[in-house]
């Protein structure tokens, strides 16, 4: 699965309105305004329910989500979690 993909497309559909921006995975989302406060939290529910993972509060910071690449690499983190819990 192409993670960064899955969050690029997303991030372009829903928070810049399908434009043909190019979105590179080190973009930044957040500071950038790209993605407000708000947004942050529907981007969460995004992941969550895309990737079958759960974030709890304390684990959503600003600076894990300001990327793409930022991004996979936590859901990555989570995957990576699930799978070992699973074994």
Do not use: C, W
């Amino acid at each position: 699965m192409d993670i960064p993909a899955v969050i690029r497309q997303y991030v372009v559909e829903t928070h810049l309105g399908g434009t043909t921006m190019k979105l590179e995975n080190t973009t930044p989302l957040i500071s950038s305004g790209i993605i407000d406060s708000i947004g942050v939290l529907d981007l969460v529910n995004f992941i969550e329910s895309r990737f079958d993972i759960e974030f709890l509060p304390r684990e959503i910071a600003p600076r894990d989500l300001e990327t793409v690449e930022q991004i996979e690499q936590s859901i990555q983190k989570k995957l990576d979690t699930k799978t070992r819990s699973a074994s």
